[in-house]
């Protein structure tokens, strides 16, 4: 079994800044692309980052120039960095993980998500 954890969200005010970090563990053979997804109320779930297990990163244009995404191969880990945070970006934030178990299957799995509240 393959679970995705994220933390690091929480209220902080406009023009601040959060770190959201999401640990993949379980049976684990290897990790393609990872990313974070946010969902507002009412909206859909849109893609927020991503990068690939060479590190090619993509970004939504709403958070280009604000947000940042690495990971740590070693730890399973990937990070996203968000700065000069706006209301608008208040949401539920996933993890999303592209794994390959040691079964061979592979598979999309998804963190439980973490809220993000940008507000004064």
């Known amino acids: 079994q393959v679970q995705l954890v994220e933390s690091g969200g929480g209220l902080v005010q406009p023009g601040g800044s959060l770190r959201l970090s999401c640990a993949a563990s379980g049976r684990i053979l290897s990790i393609y692309a990872m990313g974070w997804y946010r969902q507002a109320p009412g909206k859909q779930r849109e893609l927020v980052a991503s990068i690939t297990s060479g590190l090619n990163t993509n970004y939504a244009d709403s958070v280009k120039g604000r947000f940042s995404i690495s990971r740590d191969n070693a730890k399973n880990t990937v990070y996203l960095q968000m700065n000069s945070l706006k209301p608008e970006d208040t949401a539920v934030y996933y993890c999303?993980?592209?794994?390959?178990?040691?079964?061979?299957?592979?598979?999309?799995?998804w963190g439980q998500g973490t809220q993000v509240t940008v507000s004064s």
């Open positions: 999303n993980g592209d794994i390959r178990r040691w079964s061979g299957s592979r598979d999309d799995y």
